[in-house]
């Protein structure tokens, strides 16, 4: 069957696999193939077990694979047969050198480039999909035109904003699709070629077109907007716990008001996930190198109010404990950075999980999804870990449950059970405020919220 279009990913990961397979499913009259490095990951997009959770996929993957949908390790074939590529992979945060904990690690995008470089033949459009620092598109150009070669290069900026566990819908229905060009003759017909493949299912109005440097920063001023709500919240959680105010209570006034909106304003033990932390030390780090200090400064806070607000939630368990954990047998009920994602990427379960081991507490922890992720990231934390896929199995005999990822089934749950098969004072600590306080205290629990009251028997 002959294609009307032949489009590469180079990047097979959360973000990758969905944005592709969605671009199939939506446009049956173009070949999609996605490319990585990792043969394994390959092998899992084209097996009954994809290497993510997230809801819808497995559908549509179904749907697509080997119809206008493939997955493959051969890079340099893809980049030989497409000329539309985007570049999906990694943008970790630095941790070496110049730069590290802070700056993005630009280098597998970098090799990326060199790739498509050498391996081009005719002329292609390529386009960021990874988060990346502002002006990167600068360096790729650069570095596509570095040799004699005659192949044309269109780089084009399309930054992603599905989130993990609500992707499928995300892309099937976007708030906006975001395209920045070079505004020269061969940019805007590049930046066109782009706008006509999201137009097989987005709304016109709803593709946003730029200049190619607003398109990169904006990825990275989204991210910093969403978690500074985030931040603001829960620094508020702080003050509701110190003065009788109910953090939900005024999230839903704040909130009310239709200049400030209501989402995103719950407290929780702070955000996790892949891009949040690691975009704003991006920007800091950018603000920073153009002498910002003071802007750097403003952003950096929301960092450190994250930070606090997971060291506080510790604290808080040692406090309303006899301020000592040591032997105490604490089960987390979520491990995943939220709810309908088995990704635990800087999920504050990971570092909660730490410190109570650097406190001497045992800690079980189950999870409908992540456990297998858990599992790695805590390989070589030092103390006894136990992993447990039945949540009333892993809450027996515990002398506290705390709540991590508000997953809608520890909701559910039969709060009078596991207060029966508890050790005795029992405690709740709900860090995603997703229980009815006082009915776990009714049944017995000594309950503490985030940014209300707490209920205690004594
Ligand atoms: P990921 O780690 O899940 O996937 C990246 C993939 O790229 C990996 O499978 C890796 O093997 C592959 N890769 C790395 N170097 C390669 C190379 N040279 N050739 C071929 N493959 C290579 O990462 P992700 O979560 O999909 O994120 C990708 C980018 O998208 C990042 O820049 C991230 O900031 C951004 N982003 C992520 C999300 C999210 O929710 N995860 C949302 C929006 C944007
Ligand atoms: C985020 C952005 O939302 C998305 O647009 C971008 O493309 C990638 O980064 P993601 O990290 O997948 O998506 O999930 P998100 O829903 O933003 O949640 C991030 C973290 O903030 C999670 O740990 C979540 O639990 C936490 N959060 C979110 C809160 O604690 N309170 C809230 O009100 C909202």
Known sequence: MKFEKNILCIGAGYVGGPTMAMIAHECPQYKVTIVDINPDRIAQWNSDSLPIYEPGLDELVKATRDRNLFFSTDIEQGIRENDIIFVSVNTPTKTFGTGAGMAADLQYWEKTARQILEHSTSPKIVIEKSTLPVRTAHAMERILNSTQKSVR???????????????????????????????????????????????????????????????????????????????????????????????????KAVGSDSRIGSRFLNASIGFGGSCFKKDILNL??????????????????????????????????????????????????????????????ESPAIYVARRLLEEQAEVVITDPKALDNARIDLANAQGKIHFVDDPYEAAKGCHAIAIMTEWALYGELDYARLYRDAEKPAFIFDGRNILDPQHCFEVGFNVFSIGKRPRTHF
């Open 284 to 345: 800091v780090y950018l603000c920073r190198h153009y002498g910002l200090d003071d802007v750097a400064d403003y952003w950096e806070g929301v960092i450190k109010i994250n930070f606090y607000q997971q060291e506080r939630f510790v604290q808080n368990m040692l406090t309303a404990m006899f301020n000592t954990l040591a032997g105490k047998r604490i089960c987390l009920f979520g491990f995943a950075f939220k709810a309908n994602t088995g990704d635990t990427r």
């Open 153 to 251: 290069f269109d780089v084009l900026s399309n930054p992603e904003f599905l989130a993990e566990g609500t992707a499928i819908n995300d892309l099937k229905n976007p708030d906006r699709v975001l395209i920045g060009s070079r505004e020269t003759e061969e940019g805007l017909k590049a930046r066109n070629a782009l706008v006509e493949i999201y137009a097989n299912w987005v709304p016109r109005k709803k593709i946003i077109t730029a200049n190619i440097w607003s398109s990169e920063l904006s990825k990275l001023v989204s991210n910093a907007f969403l978690a500074q709500r985030v931040s603001s919240i829960n620094a508020i959680s702080a003050l509701c716990e110190k003065t009788e105010a109910d953090v939900s209570e005024v999230a």
